[in-house]
């Protein structure tokens, strides 16, 4: 333990782990992996690597391992900005976890999101592309794109804008851009031909991506397309974050907030906290925690991930129980246990866990019962049961059921 730990009360039970999203290519995952390694050396703490899907060891399987020997967990995602992942997903893993092993005290991390820190390493690659044109920006018209991966959470498109602002604000840039490789709007072949409009000598492209894949070097393709077909403008990509330790600055930040309980997540401006134009069908906790049991599902085995990553043998049904304070005033943690009782007796593959709020407050206890997309209301413990009989049955409850998806 270093003394840096020890000044700030960290006990020798407390672990750290860094969440990557996971890859097929092991080089990719190799880099979550040093970083994991970089980050322990920083916090004087035990760190471990886990990932979402697609890599091994997954979050409940580093989770399982780590228990035995911690009292205090502390998750840190490795993600650029809030979408899906941040905002489901791992929330859904930290209420698994604590289920499934109440002796550990759990934290979860917020996203690397906007820091002083990714800026200077954003400025920093600018630098490289431009030293490699034979341009400088204080003395030439430089413009930038920052590329980034596109999503269909606009709260995370949004902060790539924010992102461009930032590292155009102080500098000597001619402009910087925001574009995306997919996804959304604008793409970046848009994105720099709209810059090229404005005649400037160079323009430097930025992947906003931490490993160096596919997507990099479609965005490398691009500049270099763009940079042959437009002889009076020179354009170049630069690299990737990758492993630079300046995002151990920003990890160690995010993992102070989580353990500290001052997390600050971008709710205002989350789909599934507000109704946002476009996006009304996927507003509301319910819809967010019910895709986060699909995806999670569907990378539940990881014996086989470079084969068949979506093949794999998930529970065939899964019962949520919401156990937020109005459903737990109305009984939903004796409709929790009976059901997992239930479900031991028929030695059945289900699933039960407890939820956070299903946004039905007044109807409950609700039971989600997935894949079926059947919602059950106003549930007590003697319905448990029925429940479970009738998912043996393939059917439905149907005098509790309270709507479906």
């Not at 002796?103 to 906007?114: C, E, K």
């Not at 699933?351 to 997935?370: K, L, M, N």
């Not at 998912?391 to 059921?401: F, Q």
């Amino acid at each position: 333990m270093s003394r840096a730990a020890d000044a700030v009360g960290i006990g020798d039970e407390e672990t750290a782990l860094l969440v990557g999203h996971g890859s097929r290519r092991d080089k990719s995952n190799e880099a979550v992996r040093e970083l994991a390694a970089g980050l322990e050396d920083r916090l004087g703490v035990s760190t471990d690597a886990a990932f979402l899907e697609l890599a091994e060891p997954s979050i409940p399987e580093a989770i399982g391992t780590l228990a035995h020997s911690s009292s205090r967990i502390t998750m840190v995602p490795l993600s650029l900005f809030a979408a899906s992942h941040v905002k489901n997903d791992l929330p859904l893993a930290v209420e698994r976890a604590r289920s499934e092993h109440p002796g550990v005290t759990f934290h979860a991390g917020a996203h690397l999101g906007i820091h002083p820190a990714i800026l200077d390493l954003l400025d920093d690659r600018a630098r490289d592309v431009e030293a490699e044109l034979g341009v400088g920006r204080d003395e030439d018209d430089v413009a930038v794109v920052v590329c980034a991966r596109g999503s269909s959470d606009p709260d995370s498109n949004a902060d790539v804008h924010k992102l461009a602002r930032l590292l155009y604000e102080g500098r000597s840039f001619n402009r910087v851009e925001a574009g995306f490789i997919g996804v959304t709007e604008p793409l970046l072949d848009k994105v720099l031909h709209d810059v090229a409009k404005t005649r400037p000598d160079a323009i430097v492209v930025l992947p906003y991506m931490l490993g160096d894949g596919v997507l990099t070097g479609r965005i490398r393709d691009g500049a270099a397309e763009f940079d042959a077909g437009y002889p009076y403008v020179d354009a170049a990509a630069g690299d990737p974050l990758g492993t630079d330790t300046r995002l151990l600055d920003v990890l160690s930040d995010r993992w102070q907030e989580a353990r500290t309980d001052s997390v600050d997540m971008s709710c205002d401006t989350c789909k599934y906290k507000v109704e946002l134009d476009g996006y009304e069908e996927d507003e509301g906790g319910a819809r967010a925690m019910l895709r986060a049991l699909t995806h999670q599902q569907a990378h539940e085995d990881r014996d086989d991930v470079a084969d068949e990553p979506h093949a794999h043998d998930a529970p065939e049904t899964h019962l949520a129980v919401c156990t937020n304070q109005t459903c737990a005033a109305d009984g939903s943690p004796a409709v929790l246990e009976n059901l997992r009782q239930a479900a031991r007796d028929a030695d059945m593959d289900v699933h039960v866990t407890r939820s956070s709020c299903f946004d039905q407050c007044g109807d409950g206890p609700i039971v989600a019962q997935y894949p079926d997309g059947v919602w059950y209301g106003n549930c007590d413990d003697e319905d448990a049961d029925r429940i479970v009989s009738a998912v043996e049955r393939e059917r439905i409850v149907s005098d509790l059921v309270h709507q479906t998806l």
